[in-house]
């Protein structure tokens, strides 16, 4: 996998990531809000309920008797009353309180005085829910043949509710508290009336008009006051609490986040480019950072092992850089050296011409045809060498700049050396070897120079007489020419230089020296050919391999 898609994958997890606490986050923050509204007790007003909603808590028994389910006997408490289940004539038949269930029909007188809701089912039946808040039980209780008798008992129970008995007059002013805690009068519309939920009622009245014209009223707290509006209040409260809560964890999270994304990101960075200023100075050691790397293995940690291809490409690059600089340094000593010896190879023949022209030019001496002959050769001679020198130098530099053009055409690899072997006037180069068909594309003039340089080193650095072969043969569609001597073999030191131009282990004061550019224009020669060279060398002899692709 690339670095790129790694990068990419790399971010991609760390999002998901991301995204999934958000959402956790999110998840927990709604299901705490849906637990704290279920959690409330959620209680409903029967007397809001329509007939098919409580059609389903009413069970027929094989008998053809009916009960109510648990949940609505429970909802009927709730509500401070009782339900009875009624045919159409009034018998019951069954009832959330127990004590009336037994009756055999229900007590017409009572509905009239109590609260109450009639719902009509079907086959007849019909479904009656009658409020028995103790309130009304304790003003029963309270106002017995239109007197106030209350006793110690009353006072306990009454007590016992938190409730209080007041009287009111007949324009509904409060003129006594009977028995309780002096809370705030109610008003003539709150004294005759409630609100129709009742839950939404703070608390619970019963009233009773007494015989001087003065209403009698028991108040006490609603134990089931459960109003929409604070609970609503509450519910948004905590919404908005949560929202702002959220929002909060969600800046923080996300600069914690930001901070370590940026820290496990920005850290390889920072040691990169670390790594690149110590490289532009030339320092090719790696920065020892013990936060990135394993101590043991040296390796980068799992957390940053994605950044192992990038570290060890720095460090080939380093490697690159440090190998270049020691052959820069090694060239430029080269080429010092090969200055320093062409400047001899110069001065050495200009030398010689120098002082055979002073020579024939003095007027002290008078010399011979065949002296001045003997001086014109020399100086022919010199000065062919000088030649050849300075048009070997442009020639390798040409090469470099791919300023030669190649004249390549079809040839027979073994014709043309048996040919070449032939013209030459070298006694121990034996006749070629191999696949006498194998064809390739070369300038033939450029590949005789090729041969003139490898052949001749080959005759010129082993001793007399030692034979030089020549083998073709064709190897992985490649054609392959090998030239072999059986001489002393090359110093190690000449062969690791032996193709730079900048190296020379002779001098012109040596009659085979050359120009000491021959190998160096054989290497350049073969690569523009596409080809490669290779050179092995040990005491029994030194082998040279060209490869040219066929075509």
């Avoid at 609505?72 to 009336?100: C, M, P």
């Avoid at 400047?343 to 003095?362: E, N, Q, V």
């Avoid at 053009?405 to 013209?423: G, H």
């Amino acid at each position: 996998m690339r670095l790129s898609s790694k990068i990419s994958l790399r971010f991609l997890i760390y999002f998901v990531v991301f995204y999934a606490v958000l959402f956790l986050v999110t998840f927990g923050m709604f299901a705490y809000i849906i637990y704290d509204l279920l959690s409330k007790e959620a209680i409903s007003d029967i007397r809001a309920l329509d007939a098919f909603e409580i059609e389903s808590d009413i069970q027929k028994q094989t008998d053809g008797s009916y009960i109510f389910s648990e949940d609505f006997v429970k909802l009927a408490k709730q509500n401070s009353g009782h339900v009875y289940l009624v045919d159409e004539v009034g018998k019951i038949l069954v009832a959330t309180n127990q004590e009336n269930q037994s009756s055999h029909s229900i007590e017409w007188t009572a509905i009239q005085k109590k609260d109450h809701v009639v719902w009509e089912l079907p086959d007849q039946l019909f479904m009656i829910f009658i409020e028995d808040h103790p309130v009304e039980s304790l003003l029963d209780k309270l106002y017995i043949n239109n007197e106030i008798q209350m006793n110690e008992e009353l006072e306990k129970e009454i007590s016992a509710v938190d409730a209080s008995v007041e009287i009111y007059n007949s324009d509904g002013i409060r003129e006594e508290i009977f028995y309780g805690d002096m809370n705030k009068a109610l008003s003539s519309m709150e004294v005759v009336t409630n609100s129709q939920d009742y839950f939404e009622r703070k608390e619970v009245t019963a009233i009773r008009m007494m015989e001087n014209g003065k209403v009698l009223v028991v108040r006490m707290p609603n134990m089931n006051y459960h109003p929409f509006e604070p609970a609503l209040v509450d519910t948004m409260k905590k919404l908005v609490f949560s929202i702002l809560a959220f929002h909060l964890f969600l800046f923080i999270f996300t600069i914690l986040f930001s901070i370590w994304l940026g820290y496990r990101f920005g850290r390889p960075l920072l040691y990169f480019l670390h790594r690149i200023e110590k490289l532009s100075v030339k320092d090719y050691e790696s920065p020892n950072d013990k936060k990135l790397r394993s101590p043991k293995s040296g390796r980068f940690k799992r957390k940053y092992r994605i950044y192992e291809e990038v570290d060890k490409s720095l460090a080939k690059l380093a490697n690159t850089l440090k190998s270049n600089e020691e052959k820069i340094i090694e060239t430029e000593k080269l080429r010092e050296d090969w200055i320093t010896g062409l400047s001899h190879d110069l001065k050495t023949p200009l030398s010689s011409i120098y002082g055979y022209s002073t020579m024939l030019a003095s007027y002290e001496y008078s010399w011979s045809a065949e002296e001045v002959q003997h001086f014109a050769k020399t100086m022919q001679e010199k000065s062919n060498y000088m030649n050849a020198l300075i048009e070997d130098l442009t020639f390798t530099y040409q090469l470099k700049n791919d300023a030669i053009q190649l004249n390549k055409e079809k040839l027979n690899l073994f014709k043309f050396l048996r040919s070449y072997v032939i013209a030459s006037h070298w006694n121990d180069v034996q006749e070629p070897r191999g696949n006498k068909d194998l064809t390739v594309y070369l300038d033939a003039k450029l590949f005789e120079r090729v041969l003139d340089n490898l052949v001749g080193n080959a005759v010129k650095h082993t001793p007399n007489g030692t034979k030089i072969y020549l083998e073709i043969y064709e190897k992985d569609s490649l054609a392959c020419l090998t030239i072999r001597d059986e001489g002393p073999g090359i110093p190690k030191v000449v062969l690791d230089n032996l193709f730079n131009r900048y190296y020379r282990g002779t001098n012109t004061t040596s009659e085979t020296s050359g120009t000491g550019l021959g190998l160096a224009i054989t290497k350049q020669l073969i690569e523009a050919h596409n080809g490669i060279i290779k050179v092995e060398s040990s005491n029994t002899g030194t082998l040279v391999t060209v490869i040219f692709p066929k075509k």
